[in-house]
């Protein structure tokens, strides 16, 4: 499926939106490949050194990874191993040795799941892709992501609820901007409209995602316009990247070779929730589009960080083919605070109010009815 890459449509969003961090996963059998001299799977390595050393978000850090595995498959270091699943953990963790990055990844291809593009000036990606955290634990910061066993059809918005008196509760799975996860956002803000504070729940993500629940709840929570943060991708790389065009991305100066949009709220109408206190909840399992959603909160003073610093899972991207029956995730932007360039790629984001992650809904709760 292509999209038009003419700025000013909706397609334009979807293609950032998609870049932020993928968020479904799947759980497969892998193939085994064989072991003849430089193996099957040697073209694919050469694709991944390409699609690094031109696309990744850092180009210096991009050359460095085509360099190792070149480097490698040179000295026959895959040439031995037979198995995909085994030749995608061995690729993983080459790369994270050389840079560590909380998206970059190499993983077996879904079978029987089509794979969208190649999209003009955006990344082609694989409509699921592997997960960024297993259920039962966090991801180590600057660590590879797990494979994660979630349900496909895990609800981006798990629960939402009156918690006490006027504190309105929602917590989140993930962000995959399904309808559902939408209209539950609608509803959110359209039952709860009255509440005095809202807690946002983060704390036992599944994977990140896109963009679509934080524009649904945003023009709710701010009574002005507001710039959020600033996210940037190289221009001129193969494919490009993507320019503005929703009214929540505009397109701003930057760099010669990046292109960079401002994520904003946009007010609706409705005000009420504009005026509610907001605690944001997060543990080491707050990664990707929940550590977009805390910046965007911290650094607009909107709300308040309550628990364990985030993952530090920051540079966005797509699932890229590379042949052999293999895919990798390809880190090709970052999002970062426009005040001081800073992003939180393995640091993590640090909250307002540090306590272990267990502890974070109770002092929320004090603090919200203070």
Do not use: C
């Not at 850092?58 to 595995?69: E, F, I, K, Q, S």
């Not at 955290?133 to 609820?161: F, I, M, N, Q």
């Amino acid at each position: 499926m292509q999209e038009s890459p003419v700025s000013g449509t909706a397609s334009t969003l979807r293609r950032w939106t998609a870049m932020v961090g993928l968020a479904a996963t799947f759980a497969i059998t892998a193939p085994a490949f064989g072991a003849e001299a430089g193996g099957p799977y040697a073209q694919a390595i050469d694709t991944l050194a390409d699609q690094l050393a031109t696309r990744f978000v850092d180009p210096a850090t991009g050359r460095r990874y085509a360099d190792m595995l070149r480097t490698n498959a040179a000295a026959g270091k895959y040439d031995g191993i037979g198995d995909a699943r085994a030749v995608a953990q061995t690729l993983t963790q080459d790369l994270q040795a050389v840079a560590p990055d909380g998206h970059l990844r190499v993983d077996v291809a879904p079978e029987g799941v089509p794979v969208q593009g190649p999209a003009p000036r955006g990344p082609r990606r694989v409509v699921l892709s592997p997960g960024e955290t297993a259920p039962g634990g966090a991801v180590r910061r600057g660590s590879a992501p797990g494979p994660s066993l979630a349900p496909l059809d895990l609800p981006s918005v798990a629960e939402t609820k009156w918690i006490a008196d006027g504190v309105a509760y929602l917590r989140f799975n993930q962000f995959a901007g399904e309808p559902a996860s939408v209209a539950a956002i609608q509803a959110f803000v359209r039952d709860y409209a009255n509440a005095d504070a809202v807690i946002i729940d983060t704390r036992t993500l599944a994977r990140g995602g896109g963009l679509a629940e934080m524009d649904a709840l945003f023009p709710y929570l701010f009574d002005r316009e507001t710039v959020l943060v600033e996210m940037a991708v190289a221009k001129d790389g193969p494919r490009g990247g993507p320019t503005a065009g929703a009214n929540t991305l505009r397109e701003v100066a930057g760099p010669a070779n990046m292109s960079v949009v401002q994520h904003v709220a946009v007010p609706a109408g409705e005000h009420r929730l504009a005026k509610a206190k907001v605690f944001y909840l997060t543990s080491n399992r707050t990664r990707s589009a929940g550590e977009h959603f805390a910046l965007a909160l911290q650094r607009t003073h909107r709300g308040t960080l309550i628990g364990e610093r985030t993952a530090g899972a920051n540079h966005f991207g797509g699932i890229e083919p590379i042949g052999a029956g293999l895919v990798a995730f390809i880190p090709v932007g970052r999002t970062y605070d426009p005040d001081t360039g800073k992003d939180w790629e393995g640091a993590g984001i640090t909250p307002d109010i540090e306590v272990p992650a267990d502890q974070a809904l109770d002092k929320a709760l004090a603090l919200a009815k203070q």
